[in-house]
T-cell receptor
Framework: GQQLNQSPQSMFIQEGEDVSMNCTSS?????WLWYKQDPGEGPVLLIA?????ELTSNGRLTAQFGITRKDSFLNISASIPSDVGIYFC???????????FGKGTKLTVNP | EAQVTQNPRYLITVTGKKLTVTCSQN?????MSWYRQDPGLGLRQIYY???????DKGDVPEGYKVSRKEKRNFPLILESPSPNQTSLYFC????????????FGPGTRLTVT
């Protein structure tokens, strides 16, 4: 089936640093979503993107829907310890009812 | 509070003993889905339902069954569980399938010995 390439797989950063992660696809997606999963919990939606070029912020988080519709990125500014977790991108391919997930970026923030 | 609930949260069972994991949402969502999450493989869709009495296979449906008799409930059934079905399972729902955000339950950790 469809696959999303999410990178990096893991990141180790110092508190206060900015973070950037991205997802790419070989085909066009109509929707891009970014989720965060804390240990022992279900993924929680952070940002939803519906239009190519769309740039959306949620507090210190900013995500963009790539113009080619084949990629998306998520930035976290001024990271704090509670940003620790696994971040997943998800996308809905054109003409499909399914949501395809990336394999996640595990973020560790050192105080 | 709008939410997706799953029960049980943890389950240890033996090979071949039928089990059901329940999922319920109180948001009047049409679309519901089951995923399994395994290390290194991410989230993989098992089954999904576009609406009542409409279900379809996801990417990894083998060994699972689902039903959607009511809009709010979407149980996952393992008729004869096997050890390779040991995993973390998530139920999710969304307003519809078309470009809408999915909201996830808290997860069910299943161990099959």
């Amino acid at each position: 089936g469809q696959q999303l390439n999410q990178s990096p797989q893991s990141m180790f950063i110092q508190e206060g640093e900015d973070v950037s992660m991205n997802c790419t696809s070989s085909s066009i997606f109509n929707t891009w979503l970014w989720y965060k999963q804390d240990p022992g919990e279900g993924p929680v939606l952070l940002i939803a993107l519906y239009k190519a070029g769309e740039l959306t912020s949620n507090g210190r988080l900013t995500a963009q829907f790539g113009i080619t519709r084949k990629d998306s990125f998520l930035n976290i500014s001024a990271s704090i310890p509670s940003d620790v977790g696994i971040y997943f991108c998800a996308g809905q391919p054109g003409g499909s009812e399914k949501l395809v997930f990336g394999k996640g970026t595990k973020l560790t923030v050192n105080p | 509070e709008a939410q997706v609930t799953q029960n049980p949260r943890y389950l240890i069972t033996v090979t071949g003993k039928k089990l059901t994991v329940t999922c319920s949402q109180n948001m009047n969502h049409e679309y519901m889905s089951w995923y399994r999450q395994d290390p290194g493989l991410g989230l993989r869709q098992i089954y999904y339902s576009m609406n009542v009495e409409v279900t379809d296979k996801g990417d990894v449906p083998e060994g699972y069954k689902v039903s959607r008799k009511e809009k709010r409930n979407f149980p996952l059934i393992l008729e004869s569980p096997s050890p390779n079905q040991t995993s973390l399972y998530f139920c999710a729902s969304s307003l519809s399938a078309r470009g809408h955000e999915q909201y996830f339950g808290p997860g069910t950790r299943l161990t099959v010995t």
